[in-house]
């Protein structure tokens, strides 16, 4: 299989017509909008002598709302990778934009420079949020632009923030699900964070806004990772990047920052599931040595982050202890042993079993 590397161009704020409360592109990418030709240029071939050949190839514009910017800009920027990508150079073409700043114009824009996925700036689909968060646009945008996208044969992201004012679990789980009546090929979850000097920071000193704690975000953005798995709609990123600049204490002053964020999620999503597993079949395991033969990569999933996942399974089943046996195979099943007896748990099945039963 080849490798996928993705060459990120930043455009922080550039055509952006709204200052959402949340939002301090400068601070979030540490760079300034003067984006050029000739910087596009430069950042491709800098990556290119970096990868492998025969890898797959992706140039992304992220950050503000690329198809906010004057025409004439866009066509000098896309000009570029649209030129490595008819060379064979690169494979794909990647953008971020609002919901409000597409239409048919645009996107024959888009089909002429060979772009392939647009990512949308959903944020939330309840229109309280969306104005109290100063969006600029209602979740009717949202749908229209997905239809438009959709319809013309690009490929579709949307990008979805838990914890904004005005917003609520049972809010951000109604976002999640309406989201994926809209079948989109990929969703990131970006649970709020307080960027220094924004307006959300304003909010919360004074006293009008509360950010959400890292346990409430995790179990949320646990819940709605569950829903988009049973859909098979990837999830490409959960919680926002860590940079030298995002880091609590620095640009960002409060939120359920967390450096490893995604890999805390993966972790409530299988303490979740797991224990549902042995609660509905009755498995006691107190004071048990047991076993679970798993795939590698769910190994440092199932004992969690300094071993805590471990530690609280301990706590909450009172087995003695828990031996994890990595077997070198991939899937979503994995075998709990004990006193000669073997369960086969299927965490696919499972899941859907508690999405039935709990968020359905």
Known sequence: MSRHYIIPIFVPH????????????????????????NDVKRIIDDHLETFKKDSFIEVAFYGGSFTA???DIQEQLLSVPYEYKMSGRIQNIRLSTRPDAIDNDILILLENYAVDTIELGVQSLDNDVLVKSERGHSDSDVYEASELIKERGFKLGH???LGLPGDTKEKSLLTAKN???MRPDMIRIYPTLVIRNTALERLMEEGNYNPMSLEEAVEISSKILMLFNIHDIPVIRIGLQPTENIQMGRDVVAGPFHPAFRQLVEEAVFKCLFLEYIYRNKINVYG????????????S???????KNRESLRDELGFNKLRIVPDGKDGDRIVLAFDDKESVIDLKNETVLYIKKNLL
């Open 301 to 307: 999933v199932i004992a969690g982050q300094h071993g």
């Open 159 to 161: 990008q979805i923030m």
């Open 69 to 71: 910017i004057q025409k």
């Open 179 to 181: 989201v994926l009546e």
């Open 288 to 299: 048990k040595n047991i076993s679970i033969n798993c795939s590698n990569a769910m190994a």
């Open 14 to 37: 550039f055509g952006c017509p709204h200052d959402c409360v949340f939002c301090n592109q400068r601070k979030i990418t540490g760079l300034s909008t003067n984006v050029t030709v």
